[in-house]
T-cell receptor, first 109, second 113 residues
């Protein structure tokens, strides 16, 4: 079967760094997406990885290892507005997105 | 219209009633999707359409139907609502192929009583 695993909840301090992990087992792989979803709102796109390595975009970076079926989202210089759920999704062999349940990130002052 | 729009934003529905959730996009995306999001379960695909005139079943299609008469519109119909269909429903669209991010509507919060 297809499976995406990520922690249910994480807590971090304002100004710190946090790493949210995602492991996956899917039928085929055509890329991995990270989305941010604030409470009561729609998910919004953060990053896309299809090759191994690190993609950096401002305070956010995303890493992929296809051989390990593993990705992480790294958030630096955390701000209170980063409190949200972070969703990992894998595009399978049919380009359908398989979604993880999301990681709720709580930022404390 | 800018992006992808859903209607209504929320609805309370009596069990057994028929309901259509509307979704319209103006980005000329080929693919459209309907998801439901329940606490602890993440986004689950109900139905999808890769291009106008075609539809497919997702992970949880039972009790739902869709149509794709044109590129822009992708309505979702609950023929006879049941309480287990209480959820937040998101419509999304994307281009097809690699590196195609999905754009989401603002969601419809549906409560079946």
């Amino acid at each position: 079967g297809q499976n995406i695993d990520q922690p249910t909840e994480m807590t971090a301090t304002e100004g710190a760094i946090v790493q949210i992990n995602c492991t996956y087992q899917t039928s085929g792989f055509n890329g991995l997406f990270w989305y941010q979803q604030h409470a009561g709102e729609a998910p919004t796109f953060l990053s896309y990885n299809v090759l191994d390595g690190l993609e950096e975009k401002g305070r956010f970076s995303s890493f992929l290892s296809r051989s390990k079926g593993y990705s992480y989202l790294l958030l630096k210089e955390l701000q209170m507005k980063d409190s949200a759920s972070y969703l990992c999704a894998v595009s399978d062999s049919n380009y359908q997105l398989i979604w993880g349940a999301g990681t709720k990130l709580i930022i404390k002052p | 219209i800018a992006g992808i729009t859903q209607a209504p934003t929320s609805q309370i529905l009596a069990a057994g009633r028929r309901m259509t959730l509307r979704c319209t996009q103006d980005m000329r995306h080929n693919a459209m999707y309907w998801y439901r999001q329940d606490l602890g379960l993440g986004l689950r695909l109900i139905h999808y359409s890769n291009t106008a005139g075609t539809t497919g079943k997702g992970e949880v299609p039972d009790g739902y139907s869709v149509s794709r008469a044109n590129t822009d519109d992708f309505p979702l119909t609950l023929a006879s609502a049941v309480p287990s269909q209480t959820s937040v429903y998101f419509c999304a669209s994307s281009d097809t192929g690699e590196n195609t991010e999905a754009f989401f509507g603002q969601g419809t919060r549906l409560t079946v009583v």
